[in-house]
């Protein structure tokens, strides 16, 4: 059972680091993090604006601005790192 789940556990690893690398060579990925900072923060506010609120009906989640922390894990913690989120 141990060693089922360490390679398990390292068969996860390896998916995440794939998936990273993958998602690295997106275009959108070349954008300076100053540039998806301002981005994160204009979407966030039109989307307040439009509906007045931060909770949302029509998105996936309720705040929309979790979906942005959801496409991956460099957006998390840019978005995390900002100070306007």
Not at 21 to 43: D, K, M, W
Not at 59 to 72: D, E, G, S
Request: one cysteine or more; hydrophobic letters at 40%.
């Amino acid at each position: 059972m141990s060693s089922d789940l360490t390679e398990m556990t390292s068969i996860e690893k390896a998916t995440i680091i794939h998936k990273r690398r993958l998602n690295a060579t997106a275009p959108v990925s070349r954008l300076p993090n100053e540039t998806l900072s301002i981005i994160f923060v204009r979407v966030v506010t039109a989307l307040f604006e439009r509906d007045g609120t931060c909770y949302s009906q029509n998105l996936p989640h309720a705040y929309p601005w979790l979906n942005i922390t959801r496409v991956c894990h460099a957006w998390r913690a840019l978005a995390y790192d900002t100070p306007s989120f």
